[in-house]
């Protein structure tokens, strides 16, 4: 099973980035290999429609579950269609917080973000 | 003959757009006013105007046939705006479609037609001679551009003067505003916020080759950011409104300045002449 990340380095040690839509990156992490990848998020600097996008990208890699601090609606509803599973992040490292989620530490993330679209007009 | 169309805008809003487009199609009596700030149109409260027609403005977004689709997701990677997405089944994000077709012809099993959907609403009206046309749209909705293609296209073949009143800011609705405008009139307060905001909607003008003068709004003494950007660049001024408490009123009371007893209503006449003679 494939675990995403949204990270704000290529790194292991990498803080978890705040954002899902616009990270930099994503940690991909297969349960079944134990190996680790990073790829660059396609949606980082879209103009518009990056939950969709990186959700999208997310689901198209194969992962099942996503360890971040928020989303948003629209990243949402694809994540719900994709049938993927999403974990709130503790304080720490993207190593540590994978950690935290093989000892069942994590708890689901039930609050969706309504998103920051169109604020600036 | 068509009629010269003026856009008044401002980079930011509450910089007296509204005031100064308002008066300036009622200066002119025999004229059309068209609200494109779509997502707070306020014109309508100062025209009051007598409403004649109605119209619904919609916009196309697709509606896939689950039975036909193949899963192939080719509308997913062609959507430039990701209105479109698949999971399990595809997901459609109507806000987000730019309504621009393009899913529908390249889906390879033709299941995806568009339909129909209401974003908006234009009313077409008058007061005292001014044609009225307003634009608003539905709660919820992302973007007032279609509202706007609307109403712009509802004055296409206009003989009199219009005025258009803009969305603040630079973004897509103002430039969908502007496109079809002989003049653009640019509103900034005296601050240094609003000479930033006026640098901002100066370069959108220049970018669409649009003549363009300045109307400096809330002068008062001390030294105004906004006229000595115009100063540095070259840009006219082509009024300065006074920080009046006596105008601040009216315009709280929804009172068009040059249509009541307003002392210094000869400044927006003497705008109108001025844009007039810069439209040419």
Known sequence: MKIAIPVNESDMKSEVCPSFGRAPYFLLYDTSTKESIFIENPAANSPGGAGIQAAQTLIDQGVKVIIAPRYGENAAKVLIDGEVKVYKNLPGSAESNLAAYQDNRLEYLADIHPGFHHHGR | ?280
Do not use: W
């Not at chain 2, 609200?35 to 306020?42: K, L, R």
């Not at chain 2, 409403?51 to 196309?60: D, G």
């Not at chain 2, 706007?148 to 219009?162: A, G, H, P, Y």
């Not at chain 2, 905001?197 to 363009?212: G, R, S």
């Open chain 2, 1 to 280: 003959m068509a009629g010269k169309k003026i856009a008044v805008l401002s980079g930011k809003g509450g910089t007296g757009k509204t005031l100064v487009a308002v008066n300036l199609a009622a200066a002119a009596k025999n004229s059309c006013y068209v609200d494109c700030d779509v997502e707070a149109p306020d014109g309508k409260l100062f025209f009051r105007p007598e409403i004649a027609e109605t119209k619904e403005v919609c916009v196309l977004v697709p509606r896939i046939d689950l039975s036909e689709c193949t899963a192939c997701k080719v509308c997913v990677e062609f959507c430039r705006f990701h209105a479109l997405a698949f999971g399990k089944k595809p997901v459609v994000f109507d806000e987000v479609c730019h309504s621009c077709g393009g899913c529908a012809l390249v889906c390879p099993q033709k299941a995806i037609k568009e339909t129909a959907r209401i974003v908006g609403m234009i009313e077409k009206g008058v007061s005292e001679g001014v044609q009225t046309f307003c634009g608003s749209m539905n709660m919820g909705e992302a973007t007032g551009v279609s509202v706007i293609r609307q109403l712009m296209d509802s004055v296409k073949n206009e003989t009199r003067l219009t005025v258009i009143d803009c969305p603040p800011g630079s973004a897509c609705s103002v430039m969908e505003s502007i496109r079809e405008a002989d003049y653009c009139v640019l509103v900034a307060e005296p601050t240094v916020f609003g000479a930033h905001n006026l640098a901002m909607v100066y370069e959108l003008a220049l970018l669409f080759k649009k003549p363009c003068g300045v109307v400096l709004n809330k002068c008062g003494d001390g030294n105004n950011p906004s006229r000595e950007f115009c100063l540095q660049n070259g840009i006219g001024i082509l009024a300065e409104i006074p920080f009046d408490s006596a105008l601040g009123k009216l315009n709280s009371e929804g009172k068009i300045a040059v249509r009541v007893d307003y002392p210094k209503k000869e400044l927006f006449f003497a705008l109108l002449a001025r844009v007039r003679e810069a439209a040419e």
